[in-house]
Structure formats: structure tokens, C-alpha cells
T-cell receptor, first 112, second 110 residues
Framework: DAGVIQSPRHEVTEMGQEVTLRCKPI?????LFWYRQTMMRGLELLIY????????DSGMPEDRFSAKMPNASFSTLKIQPSEPRDSAVYFC??????????FGSGTRLTVV | KNEVEQSPQNLTAQEGEFITINCSYS?????LHWLQQHPGGGIVSLFM???GKKKHGRLIATINIQEKHSSLHITASHPRDSAVYIC????????????FGKGTHLIIQP
């Protein structure tokens, strides 16, 4: 298995633009998590899905953030409109039945 | 919700030294995770443990469930071990996912 695949690896965008981050979890993993990492706050949970259903989005900072999981092999995190304070590394992780987590390589987002 | 504390925050050591990183958490858990992150890199899961001790190469992780404490040890440390080591525990309180410690920045000097 290629692991959790995230794209793009790096994204530089201008303030106000829409940004879409993508994640392909490990096949057979039923849970998917989106985390954000910043120097100030470390790693924080944004939202997670069980069996493609969003369970808890209380970590999503504002209405500008939205996430979808249309099927078991794909999820997106969208920011519209983006702001400089959204600059961070965004990680996707999937979890299997044994509760082990596998993280993607992350997307480094810079909003200028 | 679980609170995870790690120490030390920063650690610089010489090659070959024995390294210990500590982690404590506030809410009883089923398993604790140790993660590794190299500068600018992704996050790699090192261990998931619910009791006792696990060993992988030069890395050893231990956990004391009663005391809500875990340690990560590195024997015969090497410059390639330089990374951020992160302890993570289930968030608890009805929330799924992990709560992370702030990480230990480890530098091993040749």
C-alpha cells in the first residue's frame, strides 16, 4: 500500500483565493482525520470521518473551512476564502481497525 | 478531554548517548502513540502501546497505565535520530482522534 497520499505537497496562494487539499486514505481504513500543524498551536484536529460520514467538525476554525468525503478513498479540505492566518501544514491521517494511525506527508499551505 | 504533557521540550545530546523523553496524560486511555517528525517532513508512527514495553531497533517505548505516564528511549543515539518526537493520546471526553503533546525537539550532535 502506498500509504496515505496527500496533494499538493506545497501550495502558495493569494489571500481570498479558494484552496482545496486532497487526501487518499489507506484502503480498508474506516476513519479519516484532518489535522493542522502550526508553530504556535502544534497539531490540532479539524474534523474526522467514520465510514465517510463527518462525525465531529468542532475543530474547524470557521465557516470558511469545509471538508467532504464522497467515498471511502477520497477526502477534501477546502478553504474559501483563504487568509494569511490559514498558513500551516495540513495533515490527513487514516485509522484502521487496530486503531493504528497512518499520516500523510502533509500539505504546506502559504497564503500571502 | 485529555491533556498531554511532554518533557523536555528541547534536548541536545552527543552521539551515542542514551535518550529519554517523557510523556504524561490526564485521562485513562486504551493506547498511547509515539510519533516522529523530521524537519519539513511528514509524521511517522513509531509505536502504539497499551501496556508494558515495545522495542523497535534502538527505540524503546514504555507505558505505565496506572501512573498515566510513558517514556520513549533511544539507545546509542545517532545524528539521524534528530527529529521532533511527539506523544499522542486518544482525546477522550466523547471525542475521537488524538490529542498531541507539544513535541520534543531532539538534536544529536556527532
Amino acid at each position: 500500500d502506498a500509504g496515505v497520499i496527500q496533494s499538493p505537497r506545497h501550495e502558495v496562494t493569494e489571500m481570498g483565493q479558494e484552496v482545496t487539499l486532497r487526501c487518499k486514505p489507506i484502503s480498508g481504513h474506516n476513519s479519516l482525520f484532518w489535522y493542522r500543524q502550526t508553530m504556535m498551536r502544534g497539531l490540532e484536529l479539524l474534523i474526522y470521518f467514520n465510514n465517510n460520514v463527518p462525525i465531529d467538525d468542532s475543530g474547524m476554525p470557521e465557516d470558511r473551512f469545509s471538508a467532504k468525503m464522497p467515498n471511502a478513498s477520497f477526502s477534501t479540505l477546502k478553504i474559501q476564502p483563504s487568509e494569511p492566518r490559514d498558513s500551516a501544514v495540513y495533515f490527513c491521517a487514516s485509522r484502521g481497525a487496530n486503531y493504528g494511525y497512518t499520516f500523510g506527508s502533509g500539505t504546506r499551505l502559504t497564503v500571502v | 478531554k485529555n491533556e498531554v504533557e511532554q518533557s523536555p521540550q528541547n534536548l541536545t545530546a552527543q552521539e551515542g548517548e542514551f535518550i529519554t523523553i517523557n510523556c504524561s496524560y490526564s485521562v485513562g486511555i486504551s493506547a498511547l502513540h509515539w510519533l516522529q517528525q523530521h524537519p519539513g517532513g511528514g509524521i511517522v508512527s513509531l509505536f502504539m502501546l497499551s501496556s508494558g514495553k515495545k522495542k523497535h531497533g534502538r527505540l524503546i517505548a514504555t507505558i505505565n497505565i496506572q501512573e498515566k505516564h510513558s517514556s520513549l528511549h533511544i539507545t546509542a543515539s545517532h545524528p539521524r535520530d534528530s527529529a521532533v518526537y511527539i506523544c499522542a493520546a486518544p482525546s477522550g471526553g466523547g471525542a475521537d482522534g488524538l490529542t498531541f503533546g507539544k513535541g520534543t525537539h531532539l538534536i544529536i550532535q556527532p
